[in-house]
């Protein structure tokens, strides 16, 4: 064998597989544009721009309104995840307010480690951005419980009272050896699993059957930079923390809380109901009959009327 040949086998080789790799992974990746001024002018809702980049909300009801409601989505899904609840208390006369974490959504995906903190501070900017002084009626659905708890905690006279929609709280976590490798966790979740995680939050339904079109609405924050890094780092970057002491604390406080629960939540069991009613023991635990992770969206008669009667007491 010649010399040259030698060196195709070497050096040609590796680079043929290497190309053929980072191939697979560009046609898998959907991630393929830019959060910027051409896509924030062509959604619905408005942008804000806070320290860590533009906040993508919605604001709707009577301006003179004495109460804002604050809807904060789940860890993974944009504030579409509230529509059934924004109407019903925007039509009940409430001022309303829903957003997108950093990293979700429309809002902008910065490369920063998404934190707790993060996600506080970025309500709390948020609120000051849209001079909402006044105490506020605060709700959050699945780990969306875990964020308000914690602006709770850090703001306490901000809050005047608290709903939980099935709500997660952190609890430390060992970091999976794959995700301690971000770079190779990429390339694999890019190819094997990004695309489908859209068609794997049916199971949030009892009937899915219902959605058809759910898998549409959240595969759409998927095709922008940013997403799959977000979601890495809200992993990796929150695995120590233990709200046990912070909901205890919230607990303490006065306000008024409400919690709906699906009776058939698989995501977050009705069981872990107890955590919070030991935690928080003024809490009113509503569960919801007949509905799954979102009870809202499934038994909306059982959950939005009572809401609003809360709210007015």
Same mark, same amino acid.
């Given at each position: 064998?010649?010399?040259?040949?030698?060196?195709?086998?070497?050096?040609?080789?590796?680079?043929?597989?290497?190309?053929?790799?980072?191939?697979?992974?560009?046609?898998? /990746?959907?991630?393929?544009?830019?959060?910027?001024?051409?896509?924030? +002018?062509?959604?619905?809702?408005?942008?804000?721009?806070?320290?860590?980049?533009? #906040?993508?909300?919605?604001?709707?009801?009577? &301006?003179?309104?004495?109460?804002?409601?604050?809807?904060?989505?789940?860890?993974?899904?944009?504030?579409?995840?509230?529509? &059934?609840?924004?109407?019903?208390?925007?039509?009940?006369?409430?001022?309303?307010?829903?957003?997108?974490?950093?990293?979700?959504?429309?809002?902008?995906? &910065?490369?920063?480690?998404? #934190?707790?903190?993060?996600?506080?501070?970025?309500?709390? @900017? %948020?609120? /000051?951005? %849209?001079?909402? #002084?006044? &105490?506020?009626?605060?709700?959050?659905?699945?780990?969306?419980?875990?964020?308000?708890?914690?602006?709770?905690?850090?703001?306490?006279?901000?809050?005047?009272?608290?709903?939980?929609? /099935?709500?997660?709280?952190?609890?430390?976590?060992?970091?999976?050896?794959?995700?301690?490798?971000?770079?190779?966790?990429?390339?694999?979740?890019?190819?094997?699993?990004?695309?489908?995680?859209? /068609?794997?939050?049916?199971?949030?339904?009892?009937?899915?059957?219902?959605?058809?079109?759910?898998?549409?609405?959240?595969?759409?924050?998927?095709?922008?930079?940013?997403?799959?890094?977000?979601?890495?780092?809200?992993?990796?970057?929150?695995?120590?923390?233990?709200?046990?002491? @912070?909901?205890?604390? $919230?607990?303490? *406080?006065?306000?008024?809380? %409400?919690?709906?629960?699906?009776?058939?939540?698989?995501?977050?069991?009705?069981?872990?109901?107890?955590?919070?009613?030991? +935690?928080?023991?003024?809490?009113?635990? $509503?569960?919801?009959?007949?509905?799954?992770?979102?009870? *809202?969206?499934?038994?909306?008669?059982? $959950? *939005?009327?009572?809401?609003?009667?809360?709210?007015?007491?």
């Amino acid at each position: 064998m010649t010399l040259s040949r030698r060196l195709i086998r070497v050096i040609g080789y590796p680079v043929v597989v290497v190309s053929a790799l980072a191939g697979l992974y560009i046609a898998a /990746d959907p991630e393929r544009r830019e959060i910027d001024e051409s896509v924030r +002018a062509s959604v619905s809702g408005r942008f804000v721009r806070l320290s860590d980049g533009y #906040t993508h909300y919605e604001l709707a009801g009577p &301006p003179e309104a004495t109460r804002v409601v604050v809807l904060a989505a789940g860890i993974s899904v944009p504030y579409y995840i509230w529509d &059934p609840t924004f109407a019903a208390l925007v039509q009940s006369g409430f001022r309303v307010l829903r957003y997108d974490y950093y990293g979700r959504g429309f809002s902008d995906r &910065p490369n920063i480690a998404y #934190t707790q903190d993060v996600m506080v501070r970025q309500l709390a @900017e %948020l609120l /000051d951005a %849209l001079r909402i #002084t006044e &105490p506020i009626d605060l709700a959050g659905l699945s780990f969306g419980g875990s964020v308000v708890t914690s602006f709770a905690d850090k703001y306490p006279n901000r809050v005047r009272s608290l709903v939980y929609v /099935d709500p997660a709280f952190r609890s430390p976590y060992t970091v999976p050896t794959l995700d301690r490798m971000p770079a190779l966790w990429d390339y694999l979740t890019a190819i094997f699993a990004e695309r489908w995680w859209a /068609d794997a939050q049916m199971s949030d339904f009892l009937h899915p059957e219902r959605f058809p079109n759910w898998p549409e609405r959240d595969s759409v924050q998927i095709k922008y930079r940013g997403f799959l890094r977000a979601q890495h780092s809200t992993v990796v970057s929150n695995a120590e923390i233990d709200q046990e002491p @912070e909901l205890k604390r $919230v607990g303490k *406080h006065p306000r008024p809380v %409400l919690a709906f629960w699906g009776k058939e939540d698989n995501a977050v069991p009705i069981e872990f109901s107890a955590q919070l009613l030991e +935690a928080v023991p003024r809490t009113r635990l $509503v569960s919801v009959e007949s509905a799954g992770h979102l009870p *809202h969206w499934e038994q909306p008669d059982a $959950v *939005h009327p009572t809401w609003i009667n809360f709210l007015r007491q």
